[in-house]
Nanobody, 117 residues
């Protein structure tokens, strides 16, 4: 198990930007696949973006061209740069790690992102 702590959420107007961070408690982070998920009120949690230990990134179609996932293995930290935010991006954003497992088995507590129109 690794502890994950998200930060960087907040309230922003549509068209604005936020940068989320996810700090891991253990250097095992460096071998983990990492991901950002979000959950809007009344909706299921959905995958936003993933990044492999080597830095390969994948995005959900609804964030392509607007969000960028990255990681700094020296700091055990993952980031999500979110630009051109839309009201529909509102939700709780969670970071997750997949370590020695086929499923996402480590989760942070989440950080709220609210985009006003």
């Amino acid at each position: 198990q690794v502890q994950l702590v998200e930060s960087g959420g907040g309230l922003v107007q549509a068209g604005g930007s936020l940068r989320l961070s996810c700090a891991a408690s253990d250097s095992i982070f460096t071998i983990a696949s990492m991901g950002w998920f979000r959950q809007a009120p009344g909706k299921q949690r959905e995958l936003v973006a993933t990044i492999t230990s080597g830095g390969g990134a994948n995005y959900a179609d609804f964030v392509k061209g607007r969000f960028t996932i990255s990681r700094d293995n020296a700091k055990n930290t993952m980031y999500l740069q979110m630009n051109n935010l839309k009201p529909e991006d509102t939700g709780v954003y969670y970071c997750s790690a997949r370590i020695y497992a086929p499923t996402w088995n480590n989760w942070g507590q989440g950080t709220q992102v609210t985009v006003s129109s």
